[in-house]
């Protein structure tokens, strides 16, 4: 059990629309990351967030945003969907005096038709 | 920069058979971090272990075992006398740095244990 969950656990957009998936972890989990893993690959990293400002950012377009709240909650933001958007999104926490080790959430299913 | 490879996409073995899957990375940093992960198909990244590159030495928990080699940037997994519970993707992954950095992760090996 790693205290990470995410909701939606499944989602289905139409090309062009916007999305929010969310992220709930643990109190003192002040790092959280998201990734996308498209079928068949290894996960991709979007971005992290520590103490609610932006820690880094990955390989994807500023459609991509998102925000971390003060009770260790976050928002991965996709906006203008595509395709290729189908994936699905991880989100990963650290745990206080362990920031190296990431335990992930069970994810959520985006298909975009 | 940063780059994992998993050259093994499947492998499937019988139950009980011991299976190792490969894992070599790239980096500059002098200071970084490997992991593996586990994916059964409910799609949930399950932590299994974490080395820094201070630590060559190899470990062991129950049925796996963790064989980490910098002079061939190799950092492989083996499982013993595998279980059909075993079945699922495992994949390697690299940080930088100190801290919560970002993963790198490899294409992952898809394991089938048979009974």
């Known amino acids: 059990e790693t205290g990470v969950t995410q909701s939606p656990t499944h989602l289905i957009k139409t090309r062009g629309q916007q999305v929010t998936l969310r992220c709930s972890s643990q109190?003192?989990?002040?790092?959280v990351s998201w990734y996308q893993q498209a079928l068949g690959q290894g996960p991709q990293f979007i971005f992290q967030y520590y103490r609610e400002e932006e820690n880094g950012r990955g390989n994807f377009p500023p459609r991509f945003s998102g925000l971390q709240f003060p009770n260790y909650s976050s928002e991965l933001n996709v906006n203008a969907l595509e395709l290729d958007d189908s994936a699905l999104y991880l989100c990963?926490?650290?745990?206080?005096?362990?920031?190296?080790?990431?335990?992930f959430g069970p994810g959520t299913r985006l298909l975009v038709l | 920069a940063q780059k994992v490879t998993q050259a093994q996409t499947e492998i499937s073995v019988v139950e009980k058979e011991d299976v190792t899957l490969d894992c070599v990375y790239e980096?500059?940093?002098?200071?970084?971090?490997l992991f593996w992960y586990k994916q059964p198909p409910s799609g949930e990244l399950v932590f299994l272990i974490r080395r820094n590159s201070f630590d060559e030495q190899n470990e062991i928990s129950g049925r796996y075992s963790w064989n980490f080699q910098k002079s061939t940037s190799s950092f492989n997994f083996t499982i013993t006398a595998s279980q059909v519970v075993d079945s699922a993707v495992y994949f390697c992954a690299l940080s930088e740095g100190e801290g919560a950095q970002k993963l790198v992760f490899g294409q992952g090996t898809r394991l089938t244990i048979n009974p």
């Open positions: 990963a926490s650290s745990l206080p005096g362990q920031l190296i080790t990431q335990y």
């Open positions: 980096t500059r940093d002098t200071t970084y971090y």
């Open positions: 109190s003192g989990h002040n790092t």
